[in-house]
Protein backbone atom coordinates (compact mmCIF):
# COMPACT_ATOMS: atom_id res chain seq x y z
CA UNK A 1 0.00 0.00 0.00
CA UNK A 2 1.65 3.26 -1.02
CA UNK A 3 2.13 5.52 1.77
CA UNK A 4 0.35 8.72 2.09
CA UNK A 5 0.78 12.88 2.16
CA UNK A 6 -0.74 15.62 3.29
CA UNK A 7 -0.44 18.69 1.88
CA UNK A 8 -1.92 22.26 3.04
CA UNK A 9 -1.66 24.95 0.14
CA UNK A 10 -1.86 21.66 -1.72
CA UNK A 11 -3.40 23.84 -5.07
CA UNK A 12 -0.23 26.12 -4.88
CA UNK A 13 2.74 26.03 -7.42
CA UNK A 14 5.27 24.33 -5.17
CA UNK A 15 2.04 21.85 -3.66
CA UNK A 16 1.32 21.20 -6.77
CA UNK A 17 4.91 20.16 -7.46
CA UNK A 18 6.04 18.72 -4.39
CA UNK A 19 2.91 16.60 -4.86
CA UNK A 20 3.90 15.32 -8.66
CA UNK A 21 7.17 14.34 -6.92
CA UNK A 22 5.72 12.16 -4.12
CA UNK A 23 3.89 10.90 -6.72
CA UNK A 24 6.01 9.65 -8.79
CA UNK A 25 8.09 7.66 -6.31
CA UNK A 26 4.97 5.67 -4.80
CA UNK A 27 3.06 8.06 -2.68
CA UNK A 28 -0.47 8.60 -2.36
CA UNK A 29 -1.12 12.50 -2.16
CA UNK A 30 -3.34 14.50 -0.27
CA UNK A 31 -3.76 18.01 -1.51
CA UNK A 32 -5.60 20.61 0.96
CA UNK A 33 -6.85 23.80 -0.66
CA UNK A 34 -9.28 26.38 -0.11
CA UNK A 35 -11.80 25.99 -3.43
CA UNK A 36 -11.33 26.80 -6.54
CA UNK A 37 -10.41 25.88 -10.25
CA UNK A 38 -6.82 24.69 -9.63
CA UNK A 39 -8.27 22.69 -6.65
CA UNK A 40 -10.73 20.91 -9.10
CA UNK A 41 -8.61 20.32 -11.56
CA UNK A 42 -6.65 17.98 -9.08
CA UNK A 43 -9.35 15.73 -8.86
CA UNK A 44 -8.69 14.62 -12.06
CA UNK A 45 -4.82 13.15 -10.78
CA UNK A 46 -4.26 9.65 -10.29
CA UNK A 47 -3.21 8.75 -6.62
CA UNK A 48 -4.26 12.12 -5.16
CA UNK A 49 -7.67 13.31 -3.07
CA UNK A 50 -8.28 16.89 -3.63
CA UNK A 51 -10.11 18.06 -0.20
CA UNK A 52 -11.62 21.79 0.16
CA UNK A 53 -10.42 23.03 3.46
CA UNK A 54 -9.47 26.07 5.23
CA UNK A 55 -7.09 25.25 7.67
CA UNK A 56 -8.17 28.20 10.84
CA UNK A 57 -11.11 26.36 10.48
CA UNK A 58 -11.13 23.67 13.21
CA UNK A 59 -14.20 22.24 11.98
CA UNK A 60 -13.17 21.50 8.39
CA UNK A 61 -10.01 20.71 9.28
CA UNK A 62 -11.13 17.84 11.61
CA UNK A 63 -13.93 16.71 8.85
CA UNK A 64 -10.61 16.69 6.20
CA UNK A 65 -9.22 14.80 8.55
CA UNK A 66 -11.47 11.82 9.58
CA UNK A 67 -11.95 11.52 5.95
CA UNK A 68 -8.16 10.91 4.91
CA UNK A 69 -8.83 8.63 7.71
CA UNK A 70 -11.70 6.82 6.35
CA UNK A 71 -9.88 6.48 2.57
CA UNK A 72 -6.64 5.60 3.58
CA UNK A 73 -4.84 3.07 5.90
CA UNK A 74 -2.36 5.89 7.28
CA UNK A 75 -1.18 9.32 7.44
CA UNK A 76 2.85 8.94 6.43
CA UNK A 77 3.87 12.51 5.67
CA UNK A 78 2.28 15.89 6.58
CA UNK A 79 3.41 19.14 4.25
CA UNK A 80 2.68 22.18 6.30
CA UNK A 81 2.86 24.81 3.05
CA UNK A 82 -0.06 27.41 3.26
CA UNK A 83 0.74 30.02 3.64
CA UNK A 84 0.35 34.16 2.99
CA UNK A 85 2.21 37.32 2.90
CA UNK A 86 1.45 41.05 3.45
CA UNK A 87 3.82 43.16 2.12
CA UNK A 88 4.39 47.08 3.23
CA UNK A 89 5.84 49.07 5.70
CA UNK A 90 4.67 48.25 9.09
CA UNK A 91 3.16 51.38 10.09
CA UNK A 92 0.75 51.48 7.22
CA UNK A 93 -0.71 47.95 8.23
CA UNK A 94 -3.84 47.10 10.62
CA UNK A 95 -3.29 44.92 13.46
CA UNK A 96 -6.01 42.79 11.79
CA UNK A 97 -3.32 42.37 8.97
CA UNK A 98 -0.70 40.86 11.21
CA UNK A 99 -3.65 38.73 13.18
CA UNK A 100 -4.73 37.35 9.63
CA UNK A 101 -1.20 36.41 8.70
CA UNK A 102 -0.29 34.48 11.39
CA UNK A 103 -3.77 32.24 11.25
CA UNK A 104 -2.60 31.29 8.35
CA UNK A 105 0.71 30.82 8.65
CA UNK A 106 1.39 29.74 12.94
CA UNK A 107 -1.99 28.52 14.08
CA UNK A 108 -2.88 26.69 10.95
CA UNK A 109 0.04 25.11 10.96
CA UNK A 110 -0.12 24.48 14.59
CA UNK A 111 -4.22 23.02 13.77
CA UNK A 112 -2.89 20.93 11.72
CA UNK A 113 -0.16 19.49 13.72
CA UNK A 114 -2.77 19.24 16.35
CA UNK A 115 -5.12 17.30 14.21
CA UNK A 116 -2.88 14.66 12.52
CA UNK A 117 0.06 14.59 15.21
CA UNK A 118 -1.10 11.19 16.47
CA UNK A 119 -1.81 9.25 12.61
CA UNK A 120 2.39 10.52 12.57
CA UNK A 121 3.16 8.67 15.79
CA UNK A 122 1.33 5.46 14.50
CA UNK A 123 3.06 5.71 10.86
CA UNK A 124 6.47 7.22 12.55
CA UNK A 125 5.77 9.73 9.92
CA UNK A 126 7.64 13.21 9.78
CA UNK A 127 6.21 16.62 9.81
CA UNK A 128 7.49 19.01 7.22
CA UNK A 129 7.24 22.60 7.37
CA UNK A 130 7.78 24.89 4.92
CA UNK A 131 9.22 28.29 6.19
CA UNK A 132 11.17 30.85 4.88
CA UNK A 133 14.26 32.56 4.82
CA UNK A 134 12.36 35.01 6.61
CA UNK A 135 12.06 32.33 9.21
CA UNK A 136 15.58 32.53 10.30
CA UNK A 137 16.31 36.03 8.83
CA UNK A 138 14.68 39.42 9.30
CA UNK A 139 13.12 40.69 5.89
CA UNK A 140 12.30 44.32 5.81
CA UNK A 141 8.34 45.45 4.46
CA UNK A 142 7.15 41.94 5.37
CA UNK A 143 7.06 41.87 9.12
CA UNK A 144 3.85 40.30 10.07
CA UNK A 145 5.35 37.44 7.56
CA UNK A 146 8.90 36.86 9.26
CA UNK A 147 7.37 36.74 12.76
CA UNK A 148 4.52 34.46 11.66
CA UNK A 149 7.70 32.01 10.14
CA UNK A 150 10.15 32.55 12.97
CA UNK A 151 7.02 31.38 15.47
CA UNK A 152 6.69 27.97 13.17
CA UNK A 153 9.98 27.91 12.64
CA UNK A 154 10.83 27.74 16.47
CA UNK A 155 7.00 25.51 17.02
CA UNK A 156 8.48 22.49 15.10
CA UNK A 157 11.98 22.93 16.47
CA UNK A 158 10.26 22.38 19.85
CA UNK A 159 7.85 19.70 18.61
CA UNK A 160 11.11 17.92 17.20
CA UNK A 161 12.46 17.37 21.00
CA UNK A 162 8.76 15.84 22.12
CA UNK A 163 8.03 13.62 18.87
CA UNK A 164 11.79 12.54 18.61
CA UNK A 165 11.03 9.37 21.40
CA UNK A 166 7.73 8.54 19.75
CA UNK A 167 10.00 8.52 16.00
CA UNK A 168 8.32 10.99 14.21
CA UNK A 169 10.56 13.37 12.44
CA UNK A 170 10.35 17.13 11.98
CA UNK A 171 11.65 19.12 9.51
CA UNK A 172 11.89 22.29 8.06
CA UNK A 173 12.44 23.64 4.76
CA UNK A 174 13.26 27.57 4.00
CA UNK A 175 12.27 28.19 0.33
CA UNK A 176 13.78 31.60 -0.50
CA UNK A 177 11.77 32.94 -3.59
CA UNK A 178 9.77 30.78 -5.80
CA UNK A 179 8.43 32.01 -8.94
CA UNK A 180 4.43 31.10 -8.73
CA UNK A 181 1.03 32.13 -7.54
CA UNK A 182 0.54 35.36 -9.60
CA UNK A 183 -2.32 36.20 -12.16
CA UNK A 184 -4.32 33.30 -11.27
CA UNK A 185 -4.36 33.66 -8.21
CA UNK A 186 -5.82 36.83 -7.59
CA UNK A 187 -8.13 37.36 -5.14
CA UNK A 188 -10.06 40.54 -3.63
CA UNK A 189 -7.54 43.02 -2.08
CA UNK A 190 -7.24 42.09 1.23
CA UNK A 191 -3.75 43.23 1.35
CA UNK A 192 -2.47 39.47 2.11
CA UNK A 193 -0.54 37.65 -1.33
CA UNK A 194 0.57 34.16 -1.40
CA UNK A 195 4.35 34.01 -0.71
CA UNK A 196 6.09 34.46 -4.18
CA UNK A 197 3.29 36.85 -5.85
CA UNK A 198 4.65 39.00 -8.54
CA UNK A 199 6.04 41.84 -5.68
CA UNK A 200 7.66 39.37 -3.70
CA UNK A 201 10.07 38.13 -6.15
CA UNK A 202 14.00 38.17 -5.45
CA UNK A 203 16.20 35.55 -7.82
CA UNK A 204 12.79 33.04 -8.18
CA UNK A 205 13.08 30.05 -8.35
CA UNK A 206 10.55 27.39 -10.07
CA UNK A 207 8.59 25.29 -8.20
CA UNK A 208 9.66 22.51 -9.82
CA UNK A 209 13.04 23.38 -8.92
CA UNK A 210 11.83 24.13 -5.31
CA UNK A 211 10.14 20.94 -5.31
CA UNK A 212 12.78 18.67 -6.42
CA UNK A 213 15.25 20.18 -3.92
CA UNK A 214 12.48 19.80 -1.20
CA UNK A 215 12.31 16.34 -1.99
CA UNK A 216 16.19 15.51 -1.48
CA UNK A 217 16.25 16.53 1.37
CA UNK A 218 13.03 14.94 2.63
CA UNK A 219 14.25 11.59 1.17
CA UNK A 220 17.77 12.21 3.10
CA UNK A 221 15.66 13.31 6.56
CA UNK A 222 17.41 16.85 6.62
CA UNK A 223 16.20 18.31 9.64
CA UNK A 224 17.16 21.83 7.53
CA UNK A 225 16.27 21.98 3.70
CA UNK A 226 17.61 25.96 2.46
CA UNK A 227 15.92 26.23 -1.09
CA UNK A 228 17.44 28.08 -3.22
CA UNK A 229 20.81 30.04 -3.55
CA UNK A 230 19.24 33.12 -1.65
CA UNK A 231 18.14 30.92 1.09
CA UNK A 232 22.03 29.31 1.32
CA UNK A 233 23.88 32.57 1.16
CA UNK A 234 21.37 33.94 3.84
CA UNK A 235 21.88 31.37 6.10
CA UNK A 236 25.70 31.33 5.82
CA UNK A 237 25.83 35.10 6.01
CA UNK A 238 23.09 36.09 8.69
CA UNK A 239 25.38 33.21 11.00
CA UNK A 240 28.53 34.82 10.32
CA UNK A 241 27.68 38.22 10.02
CA UNK A 242 24.30 39.83 10.93
CA UNK A 243 25.19 43.50 10.62
CA UNK A 244 26.61 42.55 6.75
CA UNK A 245 22.97 40.46 6.16
CA UNK A 246 21.12 43.47 7.25
CA UNK A 247 22.91 45.59 5.06
CA UNK A 248 22.46 43.50 2.11
CA UNK A 249 18.71 42.75 2.83
CA UNK A 250 18.22 46.28 3.08
CA UNK A 251 19.96 47.04 -0.32
CA UNK A 252 17.41 44.10 -1.77
CA UNK A 253 14.73 45.05 -1.00
CA UNK A 254 14.22 49.03 0.56
CA UNK A 255 15.85 49.90 -2.87
CA UNK A 256 13.00 47.65 -4.71
CA UNK A 257 9.13 49.39 -5.35
CA UNK A 258 7.04 47.08 -2.86
CA UNK A 259 3.46 47.01 -3.11
CA UNK A 260 1.09 44.44 -1.61
CA UNK A 261 -0.27 41.98 -4.98
CA UNK A 262 -3.95 40.14 -3.70
CA UNK A 263 -3.37 36.42 -3.76
CA UNK A 264 -5.34 33.55 -2.06
CA UNK A 265 -3.68 32.09 0.08
CA UNK A 266 -2.11 28.70 -0.70
Same mark, same amino acid.
Given at each position: ? =???? +???? #? $?????? !? %? *??? &? /????????????????????????????????????????????????????????????????????????????? =???? +???? #? $?????? !? %? *??? &? /????????????????????????????????????????????????????????????????????????????????? +?????????????????????????????????????????????????????????????????
Amino acid at each position: M =KPTA +VISG #G $AGGLGQ !A %F *GAI &L /REHGWFTVMLNLPGPDLDALSFVPDTLALSCDITDTGQLTEAAWQIRAERPSIDLVVYNAGVTHIGPFTTQALEDHR =KVFE +VNYF #G $AVAMAK !A %F *GPD &L /RRSKGTHLAISSVAGFCPLALRTAYAGSKHALEGFFKSLRSEEAAHGVACLIAAPSFIATNTGAHSAPGDGLARPGSASDQ +VDALAPEDAARILYRGFARRKTFIPIGRVAHLSHLINRLSPRLYRHLMERTILQRPAKAEGGAPH
